[in-house]
């Protein structure tokens, strides 16, 4: 093999590794943004439990400047779209890295939430999009009532086949953070053999979190706890 041959070859193999990895550092950047946007909008949320006046004064408190409301909105867009972008290609890559399946799959290393990354991934896509139109434009909602937060909430949630559908999006958010933020721990360069089981430990607990806090509010509907 001539040299130039060789060059070319080895510099096409550290564009790949370089894109790569920065396409791994941007996923785990946006990972970090939107997985700090699921948490304070749980905690924004849990105050359901403290009544209408006090959620609906939140709900007020966030639309009250169209600056930072809209500001915000843009951003978010913006980081689910790089994020859901780079997924899909990073999933294509390691398809294409292989392109004829193992005979034997065995999961060395792998667990459920890892493996289903992509399916996770596009069901919390596809529940953004009817959370936006459930809740926030109110198209598929049976009594919308703008700025009156609490009562979507509770209306919402008393459609049981709604409540059904936001618990398996929380599963399907549950197993994409369980994987997800274990793995930005590596990205970012912080997984050390030493500390890799309490690393794990933290994802699954940041994930558990989430999947309670989500999930126990159209339960406490559902059972009627509150909204009575
Ligand atoms: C049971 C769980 C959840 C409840 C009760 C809930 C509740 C709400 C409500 C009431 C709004 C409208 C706020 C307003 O108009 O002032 C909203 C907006 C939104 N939610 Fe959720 N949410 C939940 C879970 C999630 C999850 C898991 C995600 C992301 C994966 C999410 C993403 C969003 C987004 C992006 C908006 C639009 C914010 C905006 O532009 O105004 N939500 N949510």
Not at 15 to 32: D, E, P
């Amino acid at each position: 093999m001539s040299a130039t041959v060789a060059d070319a070859k080895s510099s096409r193999l550290t564009n790949l590794t370089a894109t790569t990895i920065g396409q791994k550092a941007t996923m785990a950047v946006t990972g970090i943004v939107l997985t700090g946007f699921v948490v304070i909008h749980m905690l924004g949320n849990l105050q359901v439990y403290l009544g209408p006046t006090k959620l609906n004064a939140y709900g007020e408190l966030l639309q009250s400047s169209a600056l930072v409301l809209w500001g915000a909105r843009i951003t978010l867009l913006l980081t689910v779209g790089a994020h859901a972008i780079l997924g899909l290609r990073l999933s294509r890559m390691s398809g294409a890295a292989r392109p004829t399946p193992y005979k034997m799959k065995t999961a060395v290393n792998s667990t459920l939430a890892s493996r289903t990354m992509l399916y996770s991934g596009l069901l919390i896509f596809f529940f953004i999009v009817y959370h936006l139109l459930h809740l926030t434009v109110g198209t598929v909602h049976p009594s919308f009532a703008h700025k009156d937060v609490y009562h979507n909430v509770i209306a919402g949630f008393r459609v049981v086949p709604a409540s059904i559908a936001y618990l398996i999006a929380m599963l399907g958010l549950g197993l994409h953070l369980n994987h997800g933020v274990w793995s930005l721990f590596s990205s970012l360069g912080v997984s050390h053999p030493r500390y890799s089981n309490a690393l794990r430990r933290v994802a699954s607990l940041v994930a558990t979190l989430l999947v309670l806090g989500n999930v126990s509010i159209p339960l406490a509907v559902l059972t009627g706890l509150i909204g009575k």
